[in-house]
């Protein structure tokens, strides 16, 4: 299986490389920023509680999040592998993440991060903004704190990885198809290595 973390700041490119990358690897895209905001379209419980969260910039409580990814894993047991976009975003939920691909007898095969700076993404998400109609998006101070938020809560994610032998870091500026080559460089030394 080849199961990536696609990491990195909010409107780092996660989404629109993840969509490239499940075409050419045949992987299903578990992205929890998408799936929440399914539950808040569809007007579920969590779906309210988890929008208010979100709106302002903060992240939704580990356990929410996590069993999110449980159903989903439970649900695509024929996957190829999978992208996990938006997860994790805590040390937390990276723990409770091995714990289930441990279950299910694979692993993360490595994170990819995009790397772009903070004034870059505030430019980016104001941008997306205009025409996303993501409450998160809309305004400057919201935008901020979550690259704020990124930075304390969800940086120290890559540590953990980094300490697992699985961080790659590539540029997130640039023209996207060459973004994407450069990550695609990145899976394809991973995977002759662990073949
Ligand atoms: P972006 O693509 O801009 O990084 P996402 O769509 O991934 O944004 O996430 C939007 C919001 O959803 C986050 O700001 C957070 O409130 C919530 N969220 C998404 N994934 C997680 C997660 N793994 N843990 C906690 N909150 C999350």
């Known amino acids: 299986m080849l199961n990536l973390v696609l990491f990195g700041p909010p409107g780092a490119g996660k989404g629109t490389q993840s969509e490239k990358l499940i075409k050419k690897y045949n992987l299903v895209h578990l992205s929890t ?3 929440l905001r399914s539950q808040i379209a569809a007007g579920t419980e969590l779906g309210l509680r988890a929008k208010q969260l979100m709106d302002q910039g903060l992240l939704v409580p580990d356990e929410v999040v996590i069993g999110m990814i449980e159903y989903k894993l439970r649900e695509n047991q024929e996957a190829a592998g ?3 976009d938006g997860f994790p975003r805590t040390v937390n939920q990276a723990v409770a993440l091995d714990d289930l691909l441990t279950q299910y007898n694979t692993e993360i095969t490595t994170m ?6 903070d004034e ?3 430019r980016r998400l104001l941008k997306r903004g205009e025409t996303s109609g993501r409450p998160d998006d ?4 919201t935008a901020r704190r979550r690259v704020r938020v990124y930075n304390s809560e969800t940086m120290p994610v890559a540590d953990f ?7 790659l870091a590539v540029d ?8 994407f080559t450069a990550i695609c460089q ?4 991973v995977s002759v290595k662990t073949q």
């Open 138 to 141: 809309r305004d400057e101070e």
């Open 33 to 35: 920023g998408d799936l």
């Open 120 to 122: 870059e993404l505030i």
């Open 112 to 117: 990819i991060s995009l790397v772009v700076e």
């Open 172 to 179: 997130g500026i640039g023209e996207i198809e060459s973004i």
């Open 82 to 84: 999978f992208i996990f």
């Open 161 to 167: 990885y980094e300490k697992q032998g699985k961080y």
């Open 186 to 189: 990145k899976i394809e030394q």
